[in-house]
C-alpha cells in the first residue's frame, strides 16, 4: 500500500512540474498534465503489481520507481501531442468569431 501512495504522490507531483515547466500552459486547464500523469502512474502500479513484480525482493522497488518514471513521460507526451492542434484549433475559431 506505500508504493501506492509513494506512486501517486510522486506521478502526480511531477505532473504539477511539467505543468509548471510548460510555457503553454494557458492552453489547458491547471489539472490536464496531473491528471495524465497519474493515470499513467497508477496504471502501470496496477500492471506491476498483477505481473507479480511486487513479490521479487530484487524488483519490488520496481512498484514504486517505474510509476514515477512513466507518469511525468505520460505528461511530457501529452503536453507535446494534445497542446498544438488544440492552441491551432483555439486559433481558428477565434479568428472566425472575431471576423464575424
Not at 510548460?22 to 502501470?44: E, H, N, Q, V
Not at 506491476?48 to 511525468?72: K, M
Request: hydrophobic residues 60%; positive net charge.
Amino acid at each position: 500500500m506505500l508504493e501506492l501512495l509513494l506512486a501517486a504522490a510522486g506521478t502526480a507531483a511531477a505532473g504539477f512540474i511539467v505543468w509548471g515547466a510548460d510555457r503553454r500552459r494557458r492552453r489547458y486547464g491547471i489539472l490536464l498534465l496531473p491528471g495524465i500523469s497519474l493515470a499513467a502512474g497508477l496504471l502501470a502500479w496496477i500492471i506491476l503489481q498483477f505481473s507479480g513484480v511486487s513479490t521479487s525482493l530484487e524488483y519490488a522497488w520496481l512498484t514504486w520507481a517505474l510509476p514515477v518514471i512513466l507518469g511525468p513521460a505520460a505528461a511530457v507526451a501529452a503536453a507535446l501531442l494534445i497542446v498544438p492542434p488544440r492552441s491551432a484549433r483555439d486559433n481558428a475559431e477565434l479568428e472566425r468569431i472575431l471576423k464575424l
